[in-house]
């Protein structure tokens, strides 16, 4: 990858010495400095491998004492410091710019407490988000989260970047679900923002900021959060649908007929799901070639009570020509195999070369319209083509949570390059300022979008947002040249 993405100068910050490496060794055990150069290769690089900072140290603290510690002297001397979770990030913001050291909350990985009663399940940042589900799916619950790279991402990571996911439909956005936090500043204070109260209205909500804030604002080593039952019965049914248009009357229906239990109401274009076929061993769930697909999961106490409801749902938009085609998982391989044409879509359309991502909330009477106006851009410059391997643009596709008006919009390409960037930016941007979305839906800013915050938030907005970064962290010293 060429170094496109360094467009600013390295700041004012000081350079890592033997001083400080030695320092460090008497806050942390052995295993927590990692020095040598090809260990630290996969920090310094990003999921999508666009990335690649210059750090020649992380950090593993085990304990928010520890992270005190390293903050107090970082801000002290004036050293950069990037937080970094799981490394799954998709906006560049989880790597460092320059030589910043990383701090991985990677050892911080254990559940601190549980209540049954109450659901409500207190952790360590680091602890894996598939780790922190199957922890508590021993218990008959489930966290309210869940994404692709549930593998790798921490909950600290999750909050930290504020993920929706795959249900959010359902379980709502972190700032609700998210009780409290343990924070550590940039100068090193400890801050207990840990409550396990739903209701507590002592004051300004704190733990809200640094919820999406992607370690700009302090470090968080532990969350408090509400976690649902663990759904006794689930479906899922992958339907093809012939038009945009139809997929907004089967959410319609899908919300009339399916109520409480609608737990996931996902989008794939008839391109991403060619893209899964060509990439994966899976079989097709449907012969019916469709521009659209979507994926609909219940979720539910009462297995007869949902499967009738679902037949019901199934049966109004097969009468009423809504969806043409479809199938319902019958066993839990099936039901994994229709998810896995949604979940895959990431992981198999970076294998042509370079993806540009675009994660926008769009109204959702034009939330694909951008989709198409995008293709017709490039067709107009005769830039696309999925055969010809003279053309620079493979293929622009779209998908995403249809249910929360959010759209992933990815343009496939044979490599990065400047002309294709000129045609995306700002155009992307101008198209969703004019309809009043998101350039921003779920996965941040990082790296790749600060210089656009202003298509989404006005001068007033970013005029607020710099100072709260200068009162929590007057030296920028976290996660510098990202977010604003
Ligand atoms: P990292 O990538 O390590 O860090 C992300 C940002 O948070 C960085 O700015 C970092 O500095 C900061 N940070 C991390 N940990 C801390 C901490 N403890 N304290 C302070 N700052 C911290 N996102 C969605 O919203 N929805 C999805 O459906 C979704 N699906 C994905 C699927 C795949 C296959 C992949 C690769 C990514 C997906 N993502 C999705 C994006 C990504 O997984 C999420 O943003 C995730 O929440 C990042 O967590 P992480 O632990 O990997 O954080
Ligand atoms: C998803 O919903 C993730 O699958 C990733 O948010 C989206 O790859 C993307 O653009
Ligand atoms: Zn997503």
């Given at each position: ?130 780790a922190a589900d199957m922890y508590l799916a021993e218990q008959g619950f489930m966290f309210p989260l869940d994404l692709g790279a549930k593998g790798s991402c921490h909950i600290g990571g999750n909050v930290a970047t504020n993920a929706g996911g795959l249900r959010l439909l359902r379980y709502g956005s972190l700032h609700g679900s998210v009780l409290g936090l343990e924070v550590v500043l940039a100068n090193g204070k400890v801050v207990n923002m840990l409550s396990k109260l739903r209701k507590d209205n ?283």
């Amino acid at each position: 990858t060429a170094e496109w993405y360094r467009t600013e100068t390295r700041g004012d910050y000081a350079r890592l010495s033997e001083a400080d490496i030695e320092h460090f060794k008497t806050i942390l055990p052995e295993n927590g400095l990692v020095t040598d150069v090809e260990d630290i290769e996969m920090f310094n690089t990003d999921w999508m491998r666009k990335f690649r900072g210059q750090t020649q140290l992380v950090l593993k603290p085990t304990s928010a004492e520890q992270v005190s510690k390293i903050l107090s002297y970082c801000n002290d001397k004036k050293l950069a410091v990037v937080p970094q979770g799981g490394n799954t990030g998709l906006v560049g913001g989880s790597v460092p710019l320059y030589d910043e050291i990383i701090l991985s909350l990677s050892n911080m990985n254990k559940v601190r407490s549980f209540d049954n009663v109450s659901g409500i399940l207190v952790a360590d940042a680091g602890v894996i988000l598939e780790a922190a589900d199957m922890y508590l799916a021993e218990q008959g619950f489930m966290f309210p989260l869940d994404l692709g790279a549930k593998g790798s991402c921490h909950i600290g990571g999750n909050v930290a970047t504020n993920a929706g996911g795959l249900r959010l439909l359902r379980y709502g956005s972190l700032h609700g679900s998210v009780l409290g936090l343990e924070v550590v500043l940039a100068n090193g204070k400890v801050v207990n923002m840990l409550s396990k109260l739903r209701k507590d209205n002592t004051g300004y909500d704190l733990k809200q900021l640094f919820i999406g804030s992607e370690g700009t604002l302090g470090v968080i080593t532990a969350v408090s959060i509400l976690c649902p039952q663990r759904p006794a019965a689930k479906n899922v049914a992958y339907l093809a649908v012939e038009s945009y248009e139809k997929v907004q009357q089967a959410f319609i229906a899908a919300k009339k007929d399916l109520g409480e239990i609608l737990s996931a109401f996902e989008l794939m274009d008839g391109r991403s799901q060619g893209w899964v076929q060509q990439h994966c061993d899976l079989t097709r769930p449907v012969d019916t070639e469709s521009p659209f697909f979507i994926l609909i999961e219940t979720a539910g106490s009462n297995k007869e009570h949902d499967d009738a409801k679902l037949e019901a749902f199934l049966e109004d938009v097969m009468e009423q020509e809504i969806v043409c085609d479809g199938v319902v998982a019958s066993d839990e391989t099936q039901f994994q195999n229709l998810w896995a044409w949604r979940e895959r879509i990431t992981e198999v359309i970076g294998k042509e070369g370079g993806v540009y991502k675009y994660d926008i909330s769009i109204p959702l009477p034009q939330l694909y319209n951008i989709v198409d106006d995008l293709r017709a851009v490039f067709e107009s410059k005769d830039m696309i083509s999925k055969t010809d391997a003279s053309k620079p643009v493979v293929d622009v596709i779209g998908y995403g949570h249809v249910g929360d008006g959010n759209l992933h919009l990815n343009i496939m390409t044979r490599e990065y390059s400047e002309r294709i960037s000129q045609v995306l930016e700002p155009w992307i941007y101008e198209w969703v300022s004019k309809v009043h979305g998101s350039i921003s839906a779920e996965h941040g800013l990082g790296l790749i979008k600060k210089h656009f915050i202003q298509y989404s938030k006005d001068e007033d907005n970013v005029y607020l947002m710099k100072q709260l970064k200068n009162a929590y962290d007057p030296n920028h010293i976290l996660n510098p040249y990202k977010y604003i």
